[in-house]
């Protein structure tokens, strides 16, 4: 499928409106990355030009276009127990602490929130369930910009690369098999709730607190300091005083803010809402 040619100055122009909307900053030697993407938008929608499209998106884009924007241009790279010393972090020594400090588990919130589609929530919750905490009572939720992914994650049905990190016992436990899809049970299923959320978008936000975990992880890279600074401050006003926040072990909250103390447990760094 040959792509549309996309002149400089337009994709410029698509590149800022994608970044107002979403904080994704796509950097000037990216331009592949829309023409890739977009030209079968394009296409679905006998658009000759990118000109065309742009006119579309500004004038006359409802949720449903963002929402097919959303879904071409997010990368939504994940899969169960990534980076998983930090979901045993929360386990080990995190949860025992909120549990002791709130009188019932069920007020205990945890937020992964740029869930993809569904792997880091699941896994959550594959990690509660095996140290005997009842994921129904400790309340999950999810949320992503994209509603494609957010749709797969309530599917849960995974090829053998999502799944290629988990412990083989749990594979045999809390999925069903066939050839080479895994269907996650409903016990694991039933523990998560799914939201679209825009982490830049500060009104959405304000809905979004009382958090005592959230996991931000491998989403602040897509964006540019300004928009890491506006997330950032969103997530900090969704967690509950000493609540604690995860980012992606290649990311960093350096010239970002500092309004979190680090604390290194078992070499993972969870940042601490003080
Ligand atoms: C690479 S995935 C990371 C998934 C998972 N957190 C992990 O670490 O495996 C990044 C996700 O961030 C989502 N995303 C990008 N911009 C976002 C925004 N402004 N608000 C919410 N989610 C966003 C993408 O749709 C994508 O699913």
């Given at each position: 499928?040959?792509?549309?040619?996309?002149?400089?100055?337009?994709?410029?122009?698509?590149?800022?409106?994608?970044?107002?909307?979403?904080?994704?900053?796509?950097?000037?030697?990216?331009?592949?990355?829309?023409?890739?993407?977009?030209?079968?938008?394009?296409?679905?929608?006998?658009?000759?030009?990118?000109?065309?499209?742009?006119?579309?998106?500004?004038?006359?884009?409802?949720?449903n276009e963002l929402n097919r924007l959303f879904d071409a241009i997010t990368t939504n790279e994940t899969y169960?127990?990534?980076?998983?010393?930090?979901?045993?972090?929360?386990?080990?020594?995190?949860?025992?602490?909120?549990?002791?400090?709130?009188?019932?588990?069920?007020?205990?919130?945890?937020?992964?929130?740029?869930?993809?589609?569904?792997?880091?929530?699941?896994?959550?919750?594959?990690?509660?369930?095996?140290?005997?905490?009842?994921?129904?009572?400790?309340?999950?939720?999810?949320?992503?910009?994209?509603?494609?992914?957010?749709?797969?994650?309530?599917?849960?049905?995974?090829?053998?690369?999502?799944?290629?990190?988990?412990?083989?016992?749990?594979?045999?436990?809390?999925?069903?098999?066939?050839?080479?899809?895994?269907?996650?049970?409903?016990s694991v299923k039933n523990t998560v709730k799914f939201m679209n959320v825009n982490l830049v978008d500060d009104k959405k936000l304000?809905?979004?607190?009382?958090?005592?975990?959230?996991?931000?992880?491998?989403?602040?890279?897509?964006?540019?300091?300004?928009?890491?600074?506006?997330?950032?401050?969103?997530?900090?006003?969704?967690?509950?005083?000493?609540?604690?926040?995860?980012?992606?072990?290649?990311?960093?909250?350096?010239?970002?803010?500092?309004?979190?103390?680090?604390?290194?447990?078992?070499?993972?760094?969870?940042?601490?809402?003080?």
């Amino acid at each position: 499928m040959l792509n549309i040619p996309l002149v400089d100055s337009t994709f410029k122009e698509i590149r800022d409106y994608i970044y107002e909307k979403s904080g994704i900053y796509i950097a000037d030697n990216k331009k592949y990355l829309i023409e890739n993407r977009l030209s079968r938008i394009l296409k679905e929608k006998g658009l000759n030009s990118f000109e065309e499209y742009l006119e579309l998106l500004r004038f006359r884009a409802d949720t449903n276009e963002l929402n097919r924007l959303f879904d071409a241009i997010t990368t939504n790279e994940t899969y169960f127990f990534r980076e998983a010393e930090q979901f045993y972090v929360l386990s080990d020594n995190i949860l025992p602490k909120l549990m002791a400090q709130k009188k019932n588990p069920k007020n205990i919130r945890i937020w992964s929130a740029a869930c993809s589609t569904g792997e880091e929530p699941y896994t959550i919750s594959i990690i509660l369930m095996e140290k005997m905490l009842n994921p129904r009572q400790i309340e999950i939720c999810a949320s992503d910009i994209s509603e494609g992914v957010l749709n797969s994650a309530k599917r849960a049905v995974y090829n053998s690369y999502s799944v290629r990190n988990i412990p083989e016992a749990y594979l045999k436990k809390y999925f069903l098999n066939s050839d080479q899809s895994y269907a996650l049970k409903p016990s694991v299923k039933n523990t998560v709730k799914f939201m679209n959320v825009n982490l830049v978008d500060d009104k959405k936000l304000r809905a979004f607190r009382g958090m005592d975990v959230i996991f931000c992880r491998n989403v602040l890279i897509y964006f540019d300091n300004k928009a890491k600074q506006k997330a950032v401050s969103n997530i900090y006003n969704s967690l509950n005083p000493g609540g604690y926040l995860f980012i992606g072990s290649s990311e960093s909250l350096h010239n970002v803010t500092m309004a979190f103390r680090p604390n290194v447990i078992n070499k993972v760094i969870a940042y601490q809402k003080v």
